[in-house]
T-cell receptor, first 115, second 111 residues
Framework: GAGVSQSPSNKVTEKGKDVELRCDPI?????LYWYRQSLGQGLEFLIY????????KSGLPSDRFSAERTGGSVSTLTIQRTQQEDSAVYLC?????????????FGDGTRLSIL | GENVEQHPSTLSVQEGDSAVIKCTYS??????FPWYKQELGKRPQLIID?????GEKKDQRIAVTLNKTAKHFSLHITETQPEDSAVYFC??????????FGTGTRLLVSP
């Protein structure tokens, strides 16, 4: 089946604007994760969804960041009043809940550039 | 919370040599340890993972070892090929929760 799909693939916007990033997980995967990867860096956890609820929001860097998931499928990450330090690749991953420790499969990411 | 350290940050080997990347973790509750390969501009791809109830796992030229007592795990690539060149990330996690990633190792395999 199809993998994790993210859109847009690239987003360039001006400082202060709001942006929405979309993630469509693998069909049937109930767990969904957002990570951020700055240039040449590792992956930084942002938020995790199990179904529509978010048991772990501990990685969201500020109250400008929010995420939602509806229908247990598509998730949207919103960044309000973007700052230049928000520039990064935003990666989404999903995993099955058929047993613990199921592999997380990543999408291609959204490359966000704040001018 | 969990903290994962990864070494070395860069590794250069000749084609055919072996490569070893090491990671340590801090949270004894972590029980899942995947390794991802990321080529330039591409998504991280899972290459192998290990759970805490085993000490070693192999898949062709790739193997991972886990020492729970010492809280470290390692990736071993044998008979390296130029197409193995990429950035490799280790990670540690628990159950359905987030993964905490290492800072990555840039592997360069020269022909």
């Amino acid at each position: 089946g199809a993998g994790v799909s993210q859109s847009p693939s690239n987003k360039v916007t001006e400082k202060g604007k709001d942006v929405e990033l979309r993630c469509d997980p693998i069909s049937g995967h109930t767990a969904l994760y957002w990570y951020r990867q700055s240039l040449g860096q590792g992956l930084e956890f942002l938020i995790y969804f199990q179904g529509n609820s978010a048991p772990d929001k501990s990685g969201l860097p500020s109250d400008r960041f929010s995420a939602e998931r509806t229908g247990g499928s598509v998730s949207t990450l919103t960044i309000q009043r973007t700052q230049q330090e928000d520039s990064a690749v935003y990666l989404c991953a999903s995993s099955s809940d058929r047993g613990v420790n199921q592999p997380q499969h990543f999408g291609d990411g959204t490359r966000l550039s704040i001018l | 919370g969990e903290n994962v350290e990864q070494h070395p940050s860069t590794l250069s080997v000749q084609e055919g040599d072996s490569a070893v990347i090491k990671c340590t973790y801090s949270d004894s509750a972590s029980n899942y340890f995947p390794w991802y390969k990321q080529e330039l501009g591409k998504r991280p791809q899972l290459i192998i993972d290990i759970r805490s109830n085993v000490g070693e796992k192999k898949d062709q030229r790739i193997a991972v070892t886990l020492n729970k007592t010492a809280k470290h795990f390692s990736l071993h690539i044998t008979e390296t090929q130029p197409e193995d060149s990429a950035v490799y990330f280790c990670a540690a996690g628990t159950g359905f929760q987030k993964l905490v990633f290492g800072t990555g190792t840039r592997l360069l395999v020269s022909p």
